[in-house]
């Protein structure tokens, strides 16, 4: 408890001397480069909107539980939310048991508080005639993500007949959602399971496994190529990362060269999808692989610089622009108490203070803030989030609201949860 209040006290001493305790100034998203009709020129898509850091913000946020409709048999959300550019929000629900599962996708109108049910993977499958008799999608594992286009982009699959070793049965989907028209288009069926998802405006991108297949998708053309990074069996990394620049983040595993173990690596792509740079990531390394979930959380900064963290809760800083040595920084474990599970990051202010959620074995969650001058973390105890296993990153309305998604421990259903900062 002494090493907190001491942290929050250079944390403030840091703040105050930066003149960064201010009033709250909404500062909006920042697009900085648009498409071109003439070749690839990547948006820049943070995680705004952003505001000026006050002291409201130094504390742990308000929960409030939004309050989900029965949808089929639907028992949790893997992460898998984001926003349109109205600033709803959208949320999959996912079915882990019964035949012929389907996962779901709702809608949240902040302002009403309001929520629709969207439709399901299997109606939709239905509906452009590609629905197979038996089959099954009942996940929606990816983020929902809106290109420059103004598109809703996501993926589904189902785990049915998988091993560490054989694809699933059925195969992903890569689909995009109209906000307006409440439109579904179907826009490709892959062998693996697409897992992941991220966009740099003009090209959606979507991880399959296994073997960390990369599938690059085109806005304006529909032209689709992909690429196989490379992983161990059984090994999937729950999220992807692309910077301002429109490169592209994927975790590879190399067999190491005596064929024992392997060698980890962040390979960082192009939009031609050309490898050129790999990182040393040594702490991308469990016992079992097939349960590490690589990077579980990200956050894309005002200047398109990244913040991650990984499975066990190391945080890590990548700038989109600078030298090859200094472009990927290790910070340590995020939460200062060590090893954590950290699947949620956010930023108030996109420049200086990066937040998430953590929980760790034995203890109640807690809620870190990491100064990015000083370096210095605080943490906050959020027994709200207790019997809470929660998921989601990045994704805030346009009050700058921040929500969690997963499933009630007790009941094992979906639930999500808005964090807010009261004045």
């Known amino acids: 408890m002494r090493y907190v209040v001491l942290l929050f006290l250079v944390a403030v001493v840091a703040l105050a001397g930066y003149g960064w305790l201010a009033d709250v100034e909404s500062t909006g998203s920042s697009d900085l480069q648009s498409v071109s009709q003439g070749g690839f020129a990547p948006i820049r898509l943070d995680s705004g909107p952003f505001f000026t850091a006050s002291p409201r913000h130094f504390k742990a946020p308000q929960v409030q539980e939004v309050l989900l409709p029965k949808v089929g048999s639907s028992d949790v959300s893997w992460g898998a939310v984001g926003r349109d550019r109205s600033g709803n929000i ?59 286009d103004g598109l809703v982009y996501f993926t589904s699959f189902d785990e049915e007949g998988e091993s560490d070793t054989r694809l699933p049965t059925w195969g992903g989907h890569l689909w995009r959602f109209d906000p307006i028209a409440k439109h579904w288009e179907h826009l490709l069926k892959t062998p693996e399971a697409l897992i992941a998802i991220n966009t740099d405006g003009h090209y959606v991108y979507a991880l399959g496994y296994w ?144 937040m998430g959620a953590s929980r760790r074995r034995g203890s109640v969650p807690e809620w870190l803030i990491y100064e990015t001058v000083s370096g210095t973390t605080v943490s906050y105890p959020m027994p709200e989030l207790d019997g809470f296993l929660f998921f989601g990153t990045q994704v805030k309305d346009e009050s700058g609201a921040m929500y969690l998604v997963g499933q009630h421990n007790s009941t094992r259903s979906p639930k999500v949860v808005r964090l807010t900062f009261p004045e």
């Open 90 to 148: 959208y949320v999959g629900l996912s079915e882990s048991y019964g035949e012929s599962r389907s996962a779901s996708m709702l809608r949240w109108q902040p302002d009403s508080q309001n929520i629709e049910s969207l439709g399901n993977i299997m109606q939709a499958l239905k509906q452009h005639q590609l629905a197979q008799p038996l089959a099954s999608q009942g996940k929606i594992h990816s983020q929902f993500v809106t290109a420059a």
């Open 211 to 354: 073997g960390h297949v990369l599938y690059q998708f085109d806005t304006l053309t529909g032209r689709v190529n992909k690429t196989e990074v490379g992983a161990v069996p059984g090994h999937v990394s729950r999220q992807i990362l692309v910077d301002g620049e429109g490169h592209i983040y994927v975790p590879k595993l190399s067999p190491a060269g005596n064929e024992q173990g392997f060698v980890p690596m962040l390979a960082e792509l192009d939009h031609n999808l050309n490898v050129v740079h790999e990182f040393a990531l040594p702490e991308y390394v469990d016992k079992d692989m097939s349960s590490y979930r690589g990077i579980v959380g990200y956050t894309t900064m005002k200047n398109g610089d990244v913040f991650f963290t990984l499975h066990k809760g190391q945080l890590f800083h990548l700038r989109a622009e600078g030298s090859k040595d200094e472009k990927l920084q290790k910070i340590g474990f995020f939460n200062p108490a060590g090893e954590a599970n950290i699947p949620s990051l956010f930023s108030i202010d996109g420049e200086q203070f990066v």
